[in-house]
């Protein structure tokens, strides 16, 4: 059985992160789910959205891609995990959701790491390169 990726994030960055890695893997709709936080939304309310999206299979490993340490989206993530066989990453970017869906089929512990992998080695500056027209 493969990991289930949950993004929850500042909307609309969840669900713009989630059509963006199914472009690359159509085949993973079930796989990935998204939860945007509205601005004005309770914290209690999104608590209950994301809860609702897990309850088909609550035994499933969850690794849950938070954007903001401390943010609401990533205290609303937490207090989900307390009842899951999950793990939760903050600074959730492209280069880590992409890593984390090519290798879902990996424990839980492998697929953190390359999670966090992914996060830091996509960032990087590209030199400057200069175009001759």
Not at 2 to 13: G, K, N
Not at 70 to 93: E, I
């Amino acid at each position: 059985m493969s990991t289930r990726i949950l993004i929850i994030a500042h909307a609309p960055l969840a669900n713009a992160l989630r059509d963006c890695a199914l472009h690359v893997f159509p085949e993973c709709t079930s796989a990935v789910i998204a939860v945007d936080v509205p601005a004005h939304e309770a914290p209690e309310d999104t608590l209950n959205a994301a809860q609702l999206l897990l309850q088909a299979d609550p035994l499933q490993d969850t690794l849950v891609l938070t954007d903001v340490l401390g943010a609401t989206p990533a205290n609303v993530a937490q207090k989900l995990v307390t009842d899951l066989n999950s793990r939760l990453v903050a600074g959730v970017n492209l280069p880590m959701l992409l890593r984390t869906v090519c290798y879902r089929h990996e424990t839980l512990d492998e697929l953190t790491q390359r999670a966090l992998d992914g996060g830091t080695k996509g960032v990087c500056q590209i030199p400057v390169v200069e175009v001759k027209t």
